[in-house]
Nanobody, 120 residues
């Protein structure tokens, strides 16, 4: 079974930075697109950024120029560097990945979520 494990959330003041990490573990799989979503209280989950295996990254307009998504394919890990954080970035951040599993079928996986809180 493939799992996504996130780390790096926390409390930061406005203008500060945080770096989220998400590592995929298991066996017999390959990773396709990986990404980050977030869900603030009372709001729907929304895409923050995603990064295909070898394609163009995509960002939500609200984070362009402040957040950077990257991945280390050798370590099956995706990162989200968040700079110039704003109180409105406060949310639970979820890692997401599309994998080709050992049965040669595609699955979409979610991490457990990590809280990011930005104080004003």
């Amino acid at each position: 079974q493939v799992r996504l494990v996130e780390s790096g959330g926390g409390l930061v003041q406005a203008g500060g930075s945080l770096r989220l990490s998400c590592a995929a573990s298991g066996s017999g799989f390959s990773l396709n697109t990986m990404g980050w979503y977030r869900q603030a209280p009372g709001k729907q989950r929304e895409l923050v950024a995603h990064i295909p295996t070898g394609g163009i990254t995509k960002y939500a307009d609200s984070v362009k120029g402040r957040f950077t998504i990257s991945r280390d394919n050798a370590k099956n890990t995706v990162f989200l560097q968040m700079n110039s954080l704003k109180p409105e970035d406060t949310a639970v951040y979820y890692c997401n990945a599309e994998i080709l599993n050992e049965y040669r079928t595609y699955e979409r996986l979610w991490g457990q979520g990590t809280q990011v809180t930005v104080s004003s």
